[in-house]
């Protein structure tokens, strides 16, 4: 079945303590994603990669990192979560420039940073 | 950078039409629209890749003007499984980034 897949779905952590959320397809897609979803604001993208080793920043970048060293991969990375981080994560893949770039999110993680 | 969608929320009856919009202020490759439900993620409905183009899924269609950059997508005689929440995600030429309106919050009551 083809899925994006997330670890955890929920997560509640304390101020300053790193943390990962991880995010893995399995339908060999270039194109990785990760958003931010909080009320009225829409989902916003945070980080995205066109392709292994290659990342670039969204509109939301601050406080998080990324990395891409697997097509399959692509982890979230909260050095030093603050409480302003608490929000619905999305992580999403899809092809690039096909006839299709339909893209297929994963069932999201709801962190609470205290 | 986001696309502004409008309205922010309508209520329908069953049976009736609604229209949500979609605008940029960037030169756009391609339209896609999804409908998240409540806890869900978001499901894709329609991806809209040339001016002028309509597309339709059941009795949702939606057009893509690209001298103007905006999108509308066209509820038809909803039904109450069209309740959700409507983002439209716009892609830039030049890149793949994709990114996503603030939503349009859409109940049909019966």
């Known amino acids: 079945e083809a899925q994006v897949t997330q670890n955890p779905r929920y997560l509640i952590t304390v101020t300053g303590k790193k943390l990962t959320v991880t995010c893995s397809q399995n339908?060999?897609?270039?194109?990785m994603s990760w958003y931010r979803q909080d009320p009225g604001l829409g989902l916003r993208q945070i980080y995205y990669?066109?392709?292994?080793?290659?990342?670039d920043k969204g509109d939301v970048p601050e406080g998080y990192k990324v990395s891409r060293k697997e097509k399959r991969n692509f982890p979230l990375i909260l050095e030093s979560p603050s409480p302003n981080q608490t929000s619905l994560y999305f992580c999403a893949s899809s092809k690039i420039r096909a006839e299709s770039t339909e893209a297929f999110f994963g069932q999201g993680t709801r962190l609470t940073v205290v | 950078q986001q696309p502004v969608q409008s309205p922010q929320a309508v209520i329908l009856r069953e049976g009736e039409d609604a229209v949500i919009n979609c605008s940029s202020s960037?030169?756009?490759?391609?339209v896609h629209w999804y409908r998240q439900k409540h806890g869900e993620a978001p499901v894709f409905l329609m991806i809209?890749?040339?001016?002028?183009e309509q597309k339709g899924h059941e009795k949702i269609s939606a057009s893509f003007n690209e001298k103007k950059q905006q999108s509308s997508l066209y509820l038809t005689a909803s039904q109450l499984s069209y309740s959700g929440t409507y983002f439209c995600?716009?892609?830039?030429?030049?890149?793949?980034?994709?990114?996503f309106g603030a939503g349009t919050t859409v109940t049909v009551r019966a």
């Open positions: 809209l890749l040339k001016g002028g």
């Open positions: 995600g716009t892609e830039r030429p030049y890149d793949y980034k994709l990114s």
């Open positions: 960037k030169a756009l490759y391609s």
């Open positions: 339908m060999n897609h270039e194109y």
């Open positions: 990669s066109m392709n292994v080793e290659v990342t």
